[in-house]
């Protein structure tokens, strides 16, 4: 029997053979990932202190689309709560610091027309489709991202004492450059609520408009609606993740469709060795079960 829209989560996750194949097949920091993840244990402070030193002077990983896929490795490790910096360190070793270098870094490549784009400096001759300077797709893609990395800052409190002046600033910047993305966004819409592009892109820009401009906005049941007239057994264990994890960012119930079906679909695809797949490969296959049990864990199913 083929799995349906309209069928409730009632799947179980084997966590223990998920943990034990990405401590046998991970990196040290996917092990550390995984830990974290499941058992909130502290990094190591050398495999924060190795992923800290991938970030440029300029506040990004390399270009836009590596700052994402970094910053999503930072929220694996549990950053900055899971290991603030001791009083004094230098900058480039604080997580938090990280991460407002970063988003700063985001803001600061935003275009005069409110998207994002690459540089062919930053992603060499041969850019994978999603990173390809110039290319519409592309840039929707990336646009949809940033706005959504943005919110970030939309929760920070605002204190009155000049100490927190820089980072009202902060707010305020990142809130005005979400409201441009989002207007190139919106503008650039099919007609049954998708947004021109990659999949990725109506995922996220409904996640960003959520967050930004409350669940009930329209393009965000418009696009959701797209979504679930999608084929369910279409989607990649490592897309049900992202997608799951940006709905949640976005203040997305787990019972407002598509959401259930997208959990037990998630749920139903772990496979026999533990693991998720992940639409870039096997190669990926850790990654992807990290994100996959990342995202049920923040559904409350693991």
Not at 16 to 32: I, N, P, W, Y
Not at 38 to 53: G, H, I, M
Not at 81 to 98: F, K, L, M, T
Request: a negative charge; one cysteine or more.
């Amino acid at each position: 029997m083929g799995f349906k829209w309209g069928d409730r989560f009632n799947s179980s996750v084997d966590v223990e053979s998920a943990r034990r194949f990405v401590l046998e097949h991970g990196t040290a920091r996917e092990r550390a990932e995984v830990l974290w993840v499941l058992d909130r244990a502290q990094p190591e402070a050398a495999v924060v202190a190795d992923f800290l030193a991938g970030q440029r002077p300029d506040g990004g990983f390399g270009g836009i689309g590596s700052t994402i896929t970094a910053l999503m490795h930072y929220d694996a490790l549990g950053l900055p709560g899971s290991c603030p910096a001791a009083p004094g360190v230098p900058i480039e070793r604080d997580p938090a610091a990280a991460l407002e270098r970063a988003l700063a870094y985001l803001m600061s490549r935003q275009l005069s027309d409110g998207g994002w784009d690459e540089r062919p400096e930053d992603v060499g001759p041969a850019p994978v489709p999603w990173e390809t300077p110039g290319d519409p797709k592309a840039r929707m893609y990336l646009t949809a991202a940033c706005c959504l990395e943005l919110t970030r800052l939309f929760a920070r409190p605002r204190a009155g004492d000049a100490r927190a002046a820089d980072g009202a600033r902060a707010v305020d910047d990142a809130r005005a450059a979400a409201a441009r993305g989002l207007e190139f966004l919106l503008n650039r819409r099919h007609a049954n609520g998708r947004f021109v592009g990659f999949w990725h892109t109506t995922w996220l820009a409904a996640s960003a408009l959520a967050a930004a401009r409350g669940p009930g906005h329209q393009a965000v049941g418009a696009a959701l609606e797209a979504i679930a007239s999608h084929p369910l057994d279409v989607w990649e264990a490592s897309q049900l993740a992202w997608m799951l994890q940006s709905f949640r960012r976005g203040g997305l119930p787990a019972d407002r469709p598509p959401i259930p079906g997208l959990l037990a679909r998630l749920a139903q695809s772990q496979r026999p060795d533990g693991s998720w797949g992940s639409e870039d490969g096997s190669e990926f296959a850790v990654f992807a079960t990290v994100e996959s049990l990342r995202a049920l864990k923040a559904y409350g199913i693991i």
